[in-house]
């Protein structure tokens, strides 16, 4: 049975199907078509991170198209970043002092840690776990609409490679804003933190700005998540994107697979560098 | 002697994978079909019929299952995405959804396939795209983008956007579709007109038949995933075939 991949034309679904013989599959055959289904779709994951790797350094030059998707995916994003990270910075520092309260009562490390906590970990995962929210489905929509209106089979006629075309600028623009919104989503949840700390629990700012804990290898691990995840969120919506088939309700469908697959490769992203953040840097 | 086929589709099947894992739907069963140099064909036949999936499949958009399809010689079905992009040079393609790209301009999309497929100046460029829209009647159209066009200007656009290359095969998905009946006969003329004038290879699917048999050399007729009808255009129109004669001359009764 022939399936479709991303780039490849879409599923018709204005063709009248002429039903053959076939016996519903039993559990065991449903399971192994999922496994093979799910085999299939990381390798075709990775066959378009590789072509949109090559591209980027081989690929045609779309004029403006660079800094149009710097423009959608970077400016567009940084007043929602903005609010969305500040409010989570509050409620960070407010239940940290909550619970420091309980078991030590002196809030003298309390930004410091916060501080090493962000850098670490929370501004790049947190910021790129709305990033995937708002640039995620927001790329996988619009090619997914390219692909039902069969712009892309158009795209495709006049050789161009999908993926040069339409995820490579995204890609590009992707990698340098998010990590550029990250650090400030970043700095923004740890002034609304100060401010938390302040008001609750009467840390004075000098107190709170505290880098004693920060070192190299937490600025290293903090950078390689955004440079990670802004590589991951562009590729895996634009493969979600380009695997829409049908009408409407596939671009809603891709739309949902784009949030939530990239949502959780993220979150495995973040595991595996965090780990390997450890183990290189111990301290 | 009759010159070799252009396009020759052999043997080609498809079925799609139901969603939900239901039975698989057959789109193609077994297509043979020749159309030669020079010849505009004209694919008629109701509805998912599978007419713009066959189209697809000669430019390598689509895969068939088995079966095998040949442009000038070279088998489409073996060739890889490096080797479908050469094929492409020579195919001019208007689609069922005109497939304009949203953030371009009418002349930016008119230009895409010279400035992709071909390294020509500038001037050069906005000469043949001005050229284009005078032939569709749609001058000055050049800085509008595709959002604020009516359905038949779209059309007229993605006509324009297939034949600006003079590719020598060009293939029509319902190049008439959402026009009026003048703008219909004058586009189905001035596709002829061109065919002609550059010996192209064509093969037009619409349903406005009462204009696409007045241009067509051949004609052939889809139904259910089959081709059940292939002949002259006088053939056609002549057919005692029971779904042909009811189609071609819009019957309400019959086996359709």
Redesign the interface.
């Known amino acids: 049975m022939a399936t479709t991949s991303p780039g490849q034309a879409s599923h018709p679904a204005d063709v009248d199907p002429v039903p053959e013989a076939h016996a519903p599959p039993g559990p065991v055959a449903a399971l192994g078509g999922s496994a093979i289904d799910l085999f299939l779709g990381g390798k075709e994951l990775l066959s378009v991170f590789i072509r949109t790797l090559y591209y980027s350094v081989r690929g045609k030059r779309e004029k403006g198209a660079f800094t149009t998707q710097m423009y959608e995916i970077g400016n567009k994003s940084v007043f929602f970043l903005s609010i969305t990270m500040g409010f989570i910075g509050m409620i960070l520092v407010y239940q940290s002092g909550l619970q420091a309260k309980r078991v030590v009562p002196d809030y003298t490390m309390l930004g410091a840690t916060y501080l090493e906590l962000l850098v670490r970990d929370f501004a790049a995962s947190i910021g790129a776990l709305m990033l995937a929210t708002r640039v995620g489905a927001g790329i996988a929509a619009e090619i997914g609409s390219m692909v039902v209106t069969e712009q892309v089979d158009a795209l495709r006629m006049c050789a161009a490679d999908p993926i040069d075309f339409l995820i490579v600028p995204r890609f590009k623009a992707s990698v340098i804003m998010t990590t550029v919104l990250i650090v400030w989503a970043g700095t923004v949840a740890y002034l609304t933190g100060a401010a938390t700390a302040y008001v609750a629990f009467d840390v004075a700012p000098q107190t709170f700005f505290n880098m004693a804990l920060i070192d190299v290898g937490d600025v290293s691990v903090g950078l390689a998540k955004c440079l990670a995840y802004g590589a991951a969120i562009p590729v895996v919506s634009g493969y979600c994107g380009l695997s829409t088939f049908g009408g409407s309700e596939g671009v809603g469908w891709a739309t949902t697979r784009a949030v939530v697959n990239t949502s959780l490769t993220i979150i495995i992203l973040n595991f595996f560098i965090s780990t390997a953040g450890f183990l290189i840097f111990p301290g | 002697m009759t010159s070799p086929p252009v396009i020759r589709v052999a043997g080609v099947s498809?079925?799609?994978?139901?969603?939900g894992?239901?039975?698989?739907?057959?789109?193609l069963?077994d297509v043979n079909l020749s159309v030669p140099k020079g010849c505009l064909y004209g694919l008629i036949g109701p509805?998912?019929?599978?007419k713009?999936?066959l189209l697809?499949m000669l430019?390598g958009?689509?895969?068939p299952?088995v079966g095998s399809i040949e442009i000038e010689g070279a088998d489409v079905t073996r060739m890889g995405?490096l080797d479908l992009?050469k094929l492409?040079?020579k195919?001019g393609?208007l689609?069922?959804?005109n497939?304009?790209?949203?953030h371009l301009t009418v002349g930016a999309n008119i230009a895409?396939?010279l400035q992709?497929?071909f390294s020509l100046p500038k001037d050069e460029v906005e000469r043949r795209v001005a050229e284009r829209l005078a032939c569709v009647a749609l001058s000055g159209f050049e800085g509008r983008l595709p959002g604020g066009l009516s359905g038949g200007q779209k059309k007229r656009v993605g006509v324009a956007r297939a034949t600006i290359t003079n590719a020598p095969i060009v293939l029509y998905d319902e190049p008439a579709a959402g026009l009026d009946p003048v703008t219909s006969q004058k586009i189905f003329e001035l596709l002829r007109k061109e065919q002609r004038a550059i010996d192209a290879t064509c093969i037009m699917v619409s349903s406005d038949l009462d204009r696409l048999l007045t241009v067509t050399d051949r004609v052939g007729m889809m139904y259910?995933?089959e081709l059940i009808f292939d002949g002259s255009t006088h053939e056609a129109q002549t057919s005692t075939e029971p779904r042909v004669r009811q189609f071609v001359h819009g019957l309400t009764e019959g086996p359709l």
């Open positions: 498809k079925a799609f994978r139901a969603a894992g239901g039975p698989p739907a057959r789109v069963k509805g998912a019929s599978g713009s999936i697809k430019t958009l689509m895969k299952d995405e992009q492409r040079l195919f393609m689609f069922q959804n497939a304009l790209f949203d895409f396939p992709r497929l259910r995933g």
